[in-house]
């Protein structure tokens, strides 16, 4: 353990940690998240492209598939933003193709590739990409509201009422990107874990049922997050009526 550390590299609850000193601050980073993350990204790029090169009115299966995700968020967000909704489409699009992408390729037989420091698993299994999505999310639909209401973002109005409101809008701020985080991380790590055991029990039929099943919760949970993301934008850029 002594020779890894002097290294730089470690392994830490099955991810493979590399430390770096960056101006002087000590850094770690999990290499097998970033690994999957930027492969996730590449492939919804690759698939992007190839899906919109010749757009057709008779279109292919993945131009179908392609219109029919988009056609679907598009027409949510037209449904619960009332002004302005378009602008905000391709935040919520991307995150719902990305984080469904990285939660499916914890299905794949990734696990069995040996690696020297950790595995390769669903990138959306590490609490530090779930977070940053969360933060993103944060950060956007706070700008968006600070621009939509200005100073009525928060302080609807000057009095106690409207005081004890605004410190109870503050502390959803605090949580909404908490409980994104958790639910993602949680779900994804935990039907990983599943698997993992029922492979060590017996390698053969019986994790396949949860195989299939973890599917199907790595499309839900990433449309949970679209989902509420949309709310939350909605909730900050709509007019009290």
């Not at 590299?9 to 960056?22: N, T």
């Not at 009525?152 to 009095?159: C, M, N």
């Not at 053969?204 to 949970?221: D, K, N, S, T, Y």
């Amino acid at each position: 353990e002594d020779n890894r550390g002097r290294k730089g590299d470690s392994m830490s609850e099955g991810h493979w940690i590399v430390d770096k000193v960056i101006m002087g601050h000590n850094m770690s980073f999990n290499m097998d998240t970033l690994v999957t993350m930027w492969a996730a990204m590449a492939f919804l790029l690759v698939v992007s492209f190839i899906a919109t090169r010749k757009l057709s009115i008779f279109p292919s299966k993945l131009q179908l598939v392609f219109e029919s995700i988009l056609g679907y968020f598009n027409n949510l967000i037209s449904g619960m933003i009332h002004e302005g909704g378009r602008k905000h489409f391709p935040l919520i699009a991307s995150l719902f193709l990305f984080i469904v992408t990285a939660n499916l390729m914890g299905q794949l037989p990734l696990k069995m590739i040996e690696l020297k420091h950790g595995e390769m698993a669903s990138p959306t299994n590490d609490i530090n990409l779930t977070a940053g999505l969360a933060v993103i999310v944060l950060v956007y639909y706070v700008i968006a509201g600070l621009i939509k209401k200005k100073g009525k973002f928060l302080l609807h109005e000057v009095s106690f009422v409207g005081i004890i409101s605004m410190l109870v809008e503050i502390l959803e701020l605090v949580t909404r990107p908490l409980t994104l985080a958790l639910r993602l991380f949680g779900n994804i790590l935990a039907g990983e874990i599943l698997i993992t055991a029922l492979l060590g029990l017996c390698a053969w039929g019986l994790p396949l049922p949860i195989m299939f099943f973890e599917i199907l919760v790595a499309c839900v949970q990433a449309l949970v997050f679209t989902m509420l993301t949309t709310v939350y934008i909605a909730t900050a850029v709509n007019e009290e009526h």
